[in-house]
T-cell receptor, first 113, second 113 residues
Framework: ETGVTQSPTHLIKTRGQQVTLRCSSQ?????VSWYQQALGQGPQFIFQYYREEENGRGNFPPRFSGLQFPNYSSELNVNALELDDSALYLC????????????FGQGTRLTVV | SQKIEQNSEALNIQEGKTATLTCNYINYSPAYLQWYRQDPGRGPVFLLL???NEKEKRKERLKVTFDTTLKQSLFHITASQPADSATYLCAGSRAGNNRKLIWGLGTSLAVNP
């Protein structure tokens, strides 16, 4: 086990709804990254948070937003859900230094119908 | 655009043989390459990290190489076992910036008893 926990593990939402996914990072890690992984694809970087501030963002629209809390846990919010948002959402915690490994949670499987 | 490419064809090998997986980087000069294992429906699990000034890194039955001339990393599993069957992902990151790991799509490995 990595010490990174995500909730919920599975979720079904209707198109147009909003969703919040949660992640508790590994103890001592101040950096959290979120990824979207479609079936058969590699993870796609959504954004990263370092000490409660967004620290880099991938090619995702503004309806994907996030937060990091003082205890370094994090949330991913997606508004106006679309069918293509159906994917495995992964949270990874790490130290902020370059070249350090990322520890992933088990992921949240989101299905938009 | 920056890309990490992995062989999309599944690799099937016999138990006891050495599995070799390839990761090529395109329009990109990562300072670090990381290899992860991913089982279906789970988050990736970190295996090995290699720096651009390292030619080779080993951990138990695993070996990874980094060839900056060929722009390639090779990942070897020696004495493979059926339990090694999984998808293996390669990811690159630059020096001084841990914001964004660029991921390959992964290669599926099946080790047959």
């Amino acid at each position: 086990e990595t010490g990174v926990t995500q909730s919920p593990t599975h979720l079904i939402k209707t198109r147009g709804q909003q969703v919040t996914l949660r992640c508790s990072s590994q103890s001592g890690h101040n950096t959290v990254s979120w990824y979207q992984q479609a079936l058969g694809q590699g993870p796609q970087f959504i954004f990263q948070y370092y000490r409660e501030e967004e620290n880099g963002r991938g090619n995702f629209p503004p309806r994907f937003s996030g937060l990091q809390f003082p205890n370094y846990s994090s949330e991913l919010n997606v508004n106006a859900l679309e069918l293509d948002d159906s994917a495995l959402y992964l949270c990874a915690s790490s130290l902020e230094q370059a070249g350090t490994e990322a520890f992933f949670g088990q992921g949240t499987r989101l299905t938009v119908v | 655009s920056q890309k990490i490419e992995q062989n999309s064809e599944a690799l099937n090998i016999q138990e006891g043989k050495t599995a070799t997986l390839t990761c090529n980087y395109i329009n990109y000069s990562p300072a670090y390459l990381q290899w992860y294992r991913q089982d279906p429906g789970r988050g990736p699990v970190f295996l090995l990290l290699i720096r651009e000034n390292e030619k080779e890194k080993r951990k138990e039955r695993l070996k990874v190489t980094f060839d900056t001339t060929l722009k390639q990393s090779l990942f070897h599993i020696t004495a493979s076992q059926p339990a090694d069957s999984a998808t293996y992902l390669c990811a690159g990151s630059r020096a001084g910036n841990n914001r964004k790991l660029i991921w390959g799509l992964g290669t599926s490995l099946a080790v047959n008893p």
